[in-house]
């Protein structure tokens, strides 16, 4: 459900990602994550034209070491994403980075990420999902993020992650949040799908998004 914000407009004057001059609007998530058709009235929020550049190589390279992760190979011939194996195809040196971190322990496929790129795409997609869900700021660092696969998270890891305890401050008021709060009539921030099987995110005051893409991996970013 396409939800409109009526929180303080001030938090919109400024990157999501930076707290600077904002002169662009970018993706959150970015379509690169996404499968055609696009869903209709995707978040979008204010970015500098700086943030809306420099991550997305970091964008790409995750998107492609997911999509070769969840095929067990990098040859683009037998990449299901038309969009993926076009990258794949046209990026030799991005492919071969990704297959130089591909190893095999027996019959077992492993990859090894970077993870300081892959935190960085965690931490800014957390960054989007803050002002757009909470219509809250959080341009600085996070003090906690991580990123792992879901099926890592032990069974009382992965429920805490899945149904986190709703904390006793309320989503801003006006802010989609607050919204979704109301229509659900529940007592706990309801996940947001934006494209089921593909990308969902739950955002909680405090500040704590947790991010979940292609059903594979779980993305947590917290400020406080």
Known sequence: MALQTYGDERSLLYCAFCGGETGTRDHCPSKVFLERPFPEDLPVVPACGQCNAKF???EEYLACLLECVLTGSTDPEVILRSSIKKTLQHSPALRSRIEQSRTLNGDQTIFVPEYDRVLSIVTKLAQGHALYELHEACPS???TVWATPLALLSEPDLLEFERPEYP??????????MQRLIIDGQPESPWVVVQP???R???IPGTAVH???HEYLAGYACWG
């Open 168 to 177: 006793s401050i309320w989503p801003e008021v006006g802010s989609r949040a």
């Open 197 to 199: 099987g593909i990308y």
């Open 141 to 143: 660092s996070p003090d």
């Open 211 to 213: 991010i979940v893409i």
């Open 56 to 58: 997305s190589s970091d």
């Open 201 to 203: 995110y739950l955002a």
